[in-house]
């Protein structure tokens, strides 16, 4: 399997938003339901795997195959 998922916080803002951001860039905003979802859903699981998954971050563990596929040699 790949490394566990890093460098990722996130903030709550006054008007209820989260802001999360991935080694101090902002990756992505979630309002309303998807904030309320997540702020449940961090104090339930790994925080990082979750933002990771929120944001599009994350390793899906067919990136060698990928590049060694004939389709795709010489890129």
């Not at 904030?35 to 971050?57: C, I, K, P, V, Y």
Request: proline share 3%.
């Amino acid at each position: 399997m790949g490394a566990r998922p890093e460098g990722f916080t996130y903030a709550v803002t006054a008007a209820g938003e989260v802001v999360i951001s991935h080694r101090g860039v902002t990756a992505t905003t979630l309002r309303g339901r998807r904030a309320a979802d997540f702020l449940d859903d961090a104090e339930s699981g790994d925080e990082q795997e979750l933002m990771a998954r929120l944001t599009g971050n994350y390793r899906r563990g067919n990136e060698r195959t990928a590049r060694n596929h004939p389709r795709n040699r010489g890129r």
